[in-house]
């Protein structure tokens, strides 16, 4: 599958632990995006990288989320001192340099904080 | 930044009838939008997109419509077959930033056989 890959699929925790998403980009995409989908919501903008440079955060993406892209390829998403707020599933999508390219999402990593 | 709003949440059909979902933006210098069709537990996929410069884009039984004027564009399923139930979401990109998607919060079609 050469598609966008996300690991683990499912994640669950106790408030307060720390959590950390893998997402593997189609290997071509320079960008890569992270996006959290709660319930009957559409996917909301958290961080985008170009290579390995974070370019933007949203404000959803408090202090306690950092993401990574350390050369470029994959990405981890991490979040530390859950709450149960934070329970979403965590997209991540990536695509090519050129303009409106499609994004390519991942099939997510389903949180669910108890 | 950029507010998606769509309507309607959700849209109930008989197999073979035709299906809108409307979608309207607030920052006008939103250049491309793509919808995506998400099913229950998958990721979500493109079906079809417009950019600005264009009024009406086809693809089989898949059509939208945009209207930069009024800041809103349409999705149009014809003859519509019972795996087309999904959740349908429109986004939006604005001509800057990074090309991050903001979505609607989606429809969700039920085609009955």
């Known amino acids: 599958d050469t598609g966008v890959s996300q690991n683990p699929r499912h994640k669950i925790t106790k408030r307060g632990q720390n959590v950390t998403f893998r997402c593997d980009p189609i290997?071509?995409?320079?960008?890569l995006y992270w996006y959290r989908q709660t319930l009957g919501q559409g996917p909301e903008f958290l961080t985008y990288f170009q290579n390995e440079a974070q370019l933007e955060k949203s404000r959803l993406l408090s202090d306690r989320f950092s993401a990574e892209r350390p050369k470029g390829s994959f990405s981890t998403l991490e979040i530390q001192r859950t709450e149960q707020g934070d329970s979403a599933m965590y997209l991540c999508?990536?695509?090519?340099?050129?303009?409106?390219?499609?994004?390519?999402f991942g099939p997510g990593t389903r949180l669910t904080v108890l | 930044g950029e507010n998606v709003e769509q309507h309607p949440s959700t849209l109930s059909v008989q197999e073979g009838d035709s299906a809108v979902i409307k979608c309207t933006y607030s920052?006008?210098?939103?250049?491309?939008f793509p919808w995506y069709k998400q099913e229950l537990g998958k990721r979500p996929q493109l079906i079809i997109d417009i950019r600005s410069n264009v009024g009406e884009k086809k693809d089989q039984r898949i059509a939208v419509t945009l209207n930069k004027t009024a800041k809103h564009f349409s999705l149009h399923i014809t003859e519509t077959q019972p795996e087309d139930s999904a959740v349908y979401f429109c986004a939006a990109i604005p001509n800057s930033g990074y090309s991050t998607l903001t979505f609607g919060k989606g429809t969700m079609l039920l085609v009955s056989p």
């Open positions: 290997s071509e995409h320079n960008r």
């Open positions: 999508a990536s695509r090519t340099d050129i303009s409106y390219n499609e994004q390519f």
């Open positions: 920052d006008s210098a939103s250049n491309y």
